[in-house]
């Protein structure tokens, strides 16, 4: 009868809600049994504390014996919940702390708690109802050191934690488990760091971004979609050949993968490739600078490796490769063009951070299984940052002299940014150095590692420790898994339709038609807007000014479509607009002040919209000249 609880214990309503959010720990929880060294104790105020055996006849306690309530509200006070939303609490006891900082904490606020002991947790869901804290969806619970699982589950949060995070550390907690502590603060660390740098790419390369799109309408509208090549090579191995320094140990193996593994080039070791002997079929660009124009020069006129490109990457590349080109389905570019609905035979992929990143999703995209990296470091291997013989060296080589060489060059290039460095583990454990945009490549990688159904193997033989990835050299990869031939595919590839060119300056002159309706609603609304931010006071005029402003987001609501095209051009104001909102949410003003803060932020978004609509009725005029002008298309 010790398994039967009543129906309103503490136990059955914490762990009906925590079945409803996190299924898995919750059969953990259930499945601990406690332990003599563990003991609940009612506390001199009443409410129950916890000691822990950490040793025969040495108790100590996880909470005061006294006021663990009081003790846990002191705990969370110091926390700033008018700045901060995401919260990191090391160890959760019986939860005072955790409760106390969720009352604090504003209604959108996340609390990751870190608690190896699930004892701990099972005697807290005992002796405690938390179930309005863990049934609200705000509560994270990790009890593992699982790297992929802590930045699955983080990513989701990740634009939050870009405006800051706040620790809270219950110290009896942490003691216990410090390892665990210490190195889920390390990992907390990095994610913190790559969570910002992804921000603020997608802040800084919007704008430009857009533009490439754009620009390459005629491309992307005339060149088939990826939806002809899923599932080509089920099963199949693919060998993904990226441009890390560990590549010159290797790459005179890659001969042996020819005809019995798909091979995927990212661009950079195109033309090395070539010089082998090895015709990949695949090459991988998204790079939206004209200097990759240098990885598609002097390449032999018959070429048949397919070209697959983002939308955004430089036009110039386009022209310059003499083989297939596929472009990856865009949903800027399908918006664009919404009349043609290109959205129903351009498929898509994850987008890549790299030109590694989209190879892998490629590969995925094609069936193969497994999938093995080659050349992929993520770090200096050596003191090098380029495989030998790319070209890069090209770039260099009016510099060299005998007081110059390309191994100087290469240290140079590391130097350079020796104010990002940090040390990571290698893929034999040893210490190797590489820089923060690295590692936030190698973060992402870890994360699709995670989430994958093939198995990936790492045969840089060098270069950064992969977690998910299987490392085994390259000959042992090539014998294990490329030994039997690829099956025969069918050369379906179709000629380019630029008779639909004409279909897509139809499309952008209607754009651009919306944006000016777009910039003069704006620019009707701000004067509105500011009447309301300084005049707050007096209701009546206020609630005038509503009345037209409502009435103009009503003709703006009809225009919504083109209004999130306009947004790719203004993405920092809508991360300061994301900024504003979450602290306006989690401070505590009084209603006026609330209200003022908001128009405030309101005159700042709609005067950056405008502006951004202006900019993109000349982005679009510009697009329709260079069509018109057979520009942006083959020749």
Same mark, same amino acid.
């Given at each position: 009868?010790?398994?039967?609880?009543?129906?309103? @214990?503490?136990?059955?309503?914490?762990?009906?809600?925590?079945?409803?959010?996190? /299924?898995?720990?919750?059969?953990?929880?259930?499945?601990?049994?406690?332990?003599?060294?563990?003991?609940?104790?009612? &506390?001199?105020?009443?409410?129950?504390?916890?000691?822990?055996?950490?040793?025969?006849?040495?108790?100590?306690?996880?909470?005061?014996? *006294?006021?663990?309530?009081?003790?846990?509200?002191?705990? =969370? +006070? /110091?926390?700033?919940?008018?700045?901060?939303?995401?919260?990191?609490? *090391?160890?959760?006891?019986?939860?005072?702390?955790?409760?106390?900082?969720?009352?604090?904490? &504003?209604?959108?606020?996340?609390?990751?708690?870190?608690?190896?002991?699930?004892?701990?947790?099972?005697?807290?869901?005992?002796?405690?109802?938390? &179930?309005?804290?863990?049934?609200?969806?705000?509560?994270?619970?990790?009890?593992?050191?699982?790297?992929?699982?802590?930045?699955?589950?983080?990513?989701?949060?990740?634009?939050?934690?870009?405006?800051?995070?706040?620790?809270?550390?219950?110290?009896?907690?942490?003691?216990?488990?410090?390892?665990?502590?210490? $190195?889920?603060?390390?990992?907390?660390?990095?994610?913190?760091?790559?969570?910002?740098?992804?921000?603020?790419?997608?802040?800084?390369?919007?704008?430009?971004?857009?533009?490439?799109?754009? %620009?390459?309408?005629?491309?992307?509208?005339?060149?088939?979609?990826?939806?002809?090549?899923?599932?080509?090579?089920?099963? @199949?191995?693919?060998?993904?050949?990226?441009?890390?320094?560990?590549?010159?140990?290797?790459?005179?193996?890659?001969?042996?993968?020819?005809?019995?593994?798909?091979?995927?080039?990212?661009?950079?070791?195109?033309? /090395?490739?070539?010089?082998?002997?090895?015709?990949?079929?695949?090459?991988?660009?998204?790079?939206? *600078?004209?200097?990759?124009? %240098?990885?598609?020069?002097?390449?032999?006129?018959?070429?048949?490796?397919?070209?697959?490109?983002?939308?955004?990457?430089?036009?110039?590349?386009?022209?310059?490769?003499?083989?297939?080109?596929?472009?990856?389905?865009?949903?800027?570019?399908?918006?664009?063009?919404?009349?043609?609905?290109?959205?129903?035979? #351009?498929?898509?992929?994850?987008?890549?951070?790299?030109?590694?990143?989209?190879?892998?999703?490629?590969?995925?995209?094609?069936?193969?299984?497994?999938?093995?990296?080659?050349? $992929?470091?993520?770090?200096?291997?050596?003191?090098?940052?380029?495989? /030998?013989?790319?070209?890069?060296?090209?770039?260099?080589?009016?510099?060299?002299?005998?007081?110059?060489?390309? +191994?100087? #060059?290469?240290?140079?290039?590391?130097?350079?940014?020796?104010?990002?460095?940090? #040390?990571?583990?290698?893929?034999?454990?040893?210490?190797?150095?590489?820089?923060?945009?690295?590692?936030?490549?190698?973060? $992402?990688?870890?994360?699709?590692?995670?989430?994958?159904?093939?198995?990936?193997?790492?045969?840089?033989?060098?270069?950064?420790?992969?977690?998910?990835?299987?490392?085994?050299?390259?000959?042992?990869?090539?014998?294990?898994?490329?030994?039997?031939?690829?099956?025969?595919?069918?050369?379906?590839?179709?000629?380019?339709?630029?008779?639909?060119?004409?279909?897509?300056?139809?499309?952008?002159?209607?754009?651009?038609?919306?944006?000016?309706?777009?910039?003069?609603? &704006?620019?009707?609304?701000?004067?509105?807007?500011?009447?309301?931010?300084?005049?707050?006071?007096?209701?009546?005029?206020?609630?005038?000014?509503?009345?037209?402003?409502?009435?103009?987001? =009503?003709?703006?609501?009809?225009?919504?479509?083109?209004?999130?095209?306009?947004?790719?051009?203004?993405?920092?104001?809508?991360?300061?607009?994301?900024?504003?909102?979450?602290?306006?949410?989690?401070? %505590?003003?009084?209603?006026?002040?609330?209200?003022?803060?908001?128009?405030?932020?309101?005159?700042?978004?709609?005067?950056?919209?405008?502006?951004?609509?202006?900019?993109?009725?000349?982005?679009?005029?510009?697009?329709?000249?260079?069509? +018109?002008?057979?520009?942006?298309?083959?020749?």
């Amino acid at each position: 009868m010790r398994f039967v609880q009543p129906e309103d @214990a503490a136990y059955v309503r914490n762990l009906a809600a925590l079945w409803a959010v996190d /299924p898995e720990l919750a059969e953990r929880i259930e499945c601990t049994e406690p332990e003599a060294a563990y003991r609940v104790e009612a &506390s001199k105020a009443g409410p129950p504390t916890l000691a822990v055996e950490n040793a025969p006849g040495r108790w100590v306690y996880l909470h005061s014996r *006294h006021h663990p309530a009081d003790e846990g509200r002191r705990l =969370a +006070e /110091p926390a700033d919940t008018d700045q901060h939303v995401v919260f990191y609490v *090391h160890g959760f006891g019986l939860g005072y702390h955790v409760e106390a900082l969720f009352e604090r904490a &504003s209604s959108e606020a996340v609390l990751c708690v870190f608690e190896a002991d699930l004892t701990v947790l099972r005697l807290a869901m005992e002796a405690r109802d938390l &179930s309005a804290v863990i049934s609200s969806r705000r509560l994270l619970i990790f009890t593992t050191a699982d790297k992929a699982d802590l930045l699955v589950r983080l990513t989701r949060h990740s634009a939050m934690i870009t405006l800051g995070t706040e620790t809270l550390v219950h110290s009896p907690s942490y003691q216990r488990h410090k390892e665990f502590h210490d $190195q889920i603060t390390v990992w907390l660390e990095e994610f913190a760091s790559y969570f910002q740098t992804g921000m603020n790419t997608l802040v800084l390369n919007g704008r430009r971004t857009a533009e490439n799109i754009a %620009r390459n309408l005629g491309w992307y509208v005339a060149t088939p979609g990826l939806q002809r090549l899923r599932d080509r090579y089920p099963k @199949a191995p693919a060998v993904i050949v990226s441009a890390g320094p560990s590549l010159r140990k290797n790459k005179h193996l890659l001969k042996r993968a020819d005809g019995k593994a798909v091979i995927i080039a990212v661009q950079t070791t195109l033309q /090395p490739l070539l010089e082998l002997g090895v015709r990949p079929h695949f090459v991988t660009s998204l790079d939206y *600078h004209d200097i990759c124009t %240098r990885f598609f020069e002097k390449l032999p006129a018959d070429l048949r490796t397919e070209l697959v490109a983002e939308p955004k990457a430089s036009s110039a590349i386009f022209g310059l490769h003499p083989g297939p080109l596929t472009i990856l389905g865009n949903e800027f570019a399908d918006n664009l063009l919404r009349e043609m609905r290109l959205d129903q035979e #351009k498929a898509r992929i994850q987008a890549g951070a790299t030109v590694a990143h989209l190879a892998y999703y490629l590969a995925e995209h094609l069936g193969c299984d497994p999938i093995i990296f080659v050349g $992929q470091d993520l770090g200096f291997s050596d003191g090098l940052c380029y495989t /030998p013989g790319t070209s890069y060296e090209d770039v260099w080589r009016p510099e060299l002299s005998r007081f110059c060489t390309l +191994e100087m #060059k290469q240290w140079e290039q590391i130097v350079r940014d020796r104010h990002i460095l940090r #040390k990571i583990p290698d893929y034999a454990g040893r210490p190797m150095y590489t820089e923060e945009r690295l590692f936030t490549y190698l973060q $992402q990688f870890e994360r699709d590692f995670a989430r994958t159904d093939r198995k990936v193997i790492d045969a840089t033989e060098g270069g950064a420790l992969k977690r998910g990835a299987e490392a085994m050299t390259l000959a042992d990869a090539l014998d294990r898994y490329c030994a039997r031939e690829l099956p025969r595919v069918a050369d379906d590839y179709p000629p380019p339709r630029w008779e639909r060119v004409a279909d897509v300056a139809a499309c952008l002159r209607n754009r651009r038609s919306e944006a000016a309706e777009v910039e003069a609603i &704006s620019r009707e609304t701000l004067p509105l807007l500011e009447e309301v931010r300084d005049h707050i006071e007096d209701q009546a005029r206020v609630n005038r000014a509503i009345a037209k402003i409502d009435a103009l987001r =009503a003709r703006m609501n009809g225009l919504g479509p083109c209004y999130d095209l306009i947004l790719q051009l203004t993405q920092l104001s809508e991360m300061n607009r994301f900024q504003q909102d979450r602290r306006i949410a989690a401070s %505590r003003v009084g209603a006026a002040e609330r209200q003022r803060r908001q128009v405030g932020r309101d005159v700042a978004n709609v005067r950056a919209m405008a502006d951004a609509a202006a900019e993109f009725q000349k982005l679009m005029g510009d697009v329709i000249d260079r069509l +018109e002008a057979g520009r942006g298309v083959a020749a």
